[in-house]
């Protein structure tokens, strides 16, 4: 009987591939296998003195089917994240991290018009705005519905998303969890997201345009001095609008982005007014090496803003982008940190090198704040009173130099050897912003190392 089921699937296998070939689809079924060793001594924050070094080995696993035809196509991502250790070796599955990382249908109405339903990756031009954290083992995806008008030099994507907790008969209130105290824990995601992406080419130059309106959950709780008075749970939004414009002026390929964010945020009592600039220029000095020089400015909001005008917020989020492609790769500024903070000024310079199946890249970062870092006097103050800045110290605004080296070997098509080594060279005035006091203890250097492989088999393409 199982030898009678067994020839019976492979049977519809090979009927299923020859329909493929006889009708013109194309079935492609792929996989990712990608453990990392990483050393911690100061990644993310300043190390405290008597701290000892992090180390640990994630893996992220994925197995990945595609189908596709002139009508529609069809993509799943199927994925397990784990540190390797925390699950028993006689596992029962009760902590197995395997989920679904994509799974999305797109069907088109012709060969410009399409609409693409799911969970899935969205990446937009740098990833700055809009990216796939695609180092991080998890990477995000989004539930949405994406609309896609693509020609030959011209595409506009629209995008709707929605996110609810569960199914529900009245309401959509959207909240993880409720504390004893009657206080609520909201989600990290969006409650709900419109985007307008636009991107044309003109010769070598390139221009795109982003709109993306964002709504969190928020709660009004109830006044305990009116009687009847409930919870009231209102959806928060603020607006990000800008561009991006990359020309090729001869040899050098430029980079322009400016962004502006504006709304609300918290309990719709804090204006936001928020801005974004980056320039970088890029030169191949020969057919294996390359230079880019360049600049990121984000602004941010001081301890003098935030008491003199509480209800004006001036930190620039880059919310939902690839932000360890940005800032340094010991990711001390806006991967899980830093938000509503001074904000960041990033000078660098990225020098990439090729030699047969060996690639190297270094990157200098220069860290400053974009707004004045305060430090309070060792006096006797009022918090509650406005701010007096005669109670403060003005702190210098640099907060130090992070130097990022990695090499990687392509092995074979599918295969790759990475490592890498990041050292930062903080100041007193990082060490403050990452909530360190005087009379604290700790180190202004910190230093990560990573070596990872990577593993990307072709199971199966039909064409």
């Known amino acids: 009987m199982k030898v009678m089921r067994l020839k019976s699937l492979l049977l519809t296998l090979v009927f299923a591939v020859l329909a493929t070939w006889a009708i013109g689809q194309t079935i492609k079924v792929d996989g990712e296998i990608r453990p990392r060793a990483e050393l911690r001594q100061g990644y993310k924050t300043l190390p405290p003195t008597d701290a000892n070094a992090a180390f640990a080995v994630s893996q992220r696993t994925r197995f990945n089917a595609f189908y596709g035809s002139n009508v529609f196509k069809a993509y799943v991502s199927m994925q397990d994240v784990r540190v390797w250790g925390d699950v028993n070796q006689l596992d029962k599955g009760d902590y197995n991290r395997f989920g679904i990382h994509q799974a999305w249908g797109e069907y088109f109405f012709n060969e410009n018009i399409s609409l693409k339903l799911g969970r899935q990756e969205l990446v937009y031009d740098d990833s700055r705005m809009l990216g796939n954290v695609g180092w991080a083992q998890q990477a995000r995806a989004h539930d949405i519905a994406l609309f896609k008008l693509e020609a030959k030099k011209v595409k506009l994507h629209v995008g709707y998303a929605f996110n609810q907790k569960q199914e529900s008969l009245f309401g959509t209130d959207y909240y993880a969890s409720q504390n004893a105290d009657g206080t609520y824990n909201f989600n990290s995601n969006y409650k709900t997201m419109q985007f307008v992406w636009f991107n044309t080419k003109f010769g070598k130059s390139g221009l795109s345009i982003l709109f993306l309106n964002n709504g969190v959950e928020s709660v009004k709780y109830a006044d305990p001095d009116v009687s009847g008075s409930k919870d009231e749970f209102k959806t928060i939004f603020s607006q990000t609008i800008g561009a991006r414009f990359t020309p090729t002026l001869g040899p050098v390929k430029l980079a322009a982005a400016a962004y502006y964010q504006m709304g609300n ?8 007014s928020a801005m974004y600039f980056a320039l970088a220029g890029t030169i191949k000095s020969s057919e294996s090496s390359k230079v880019t020089l360049g600049f990121e400015y984000l602004s941010g909001t001081s301890l003098k803003d935030k008491t003199e005008d509480a209800k004006k917020m001036k930190s620039f989020a880059p919310l939902y982008g690839t932000n360890h492609k940005f800032n340094g790769h010991m990711d001390y500024f806006y991967v899980g940190s830093h938000a509503n903070n001074v904000g960041l000024i990033d000078i660098y310079g990225t020098f990439n090198f090729k030699v047969k199946k060996w ?46 080296f990695g090499v990687t070997y392509a092995a074979d098509k599918g295969m790759l050897f990475k490592a890498g080594i990041s050292e930062m060279f903080g100041t007193e005035t990082l060490g403050h912003i990452k909530g360190y006091s005087t009379t604290d203890a700790y180190s202004k250097n910190g230093t990560w190392a990573y070596v990872m492989v990577v593993f990307k088999p072709n199971f199966y393409t039909s064409k």
Not at 265 to 272: A, K, S
Not at 369 to 374: E, G, K, L, S, W
């Open 265 to 272: 945020i918290g309990n719709e009592d804090t204006d936001l």
């Open 359 to 404: 690639s190297f890249f270094l990157t200098p970062h220069y860290f400053m704040a974009a707004a004045d870092v305060y430090k309070a006097k060792p006096v006797e103050t009022d918090t509650k009173s406005d701010f007096n800045e005669s109670n403060y110290e003005n702190m210098s605004k640099g907060l130090g130099l992070e130097i990022d």
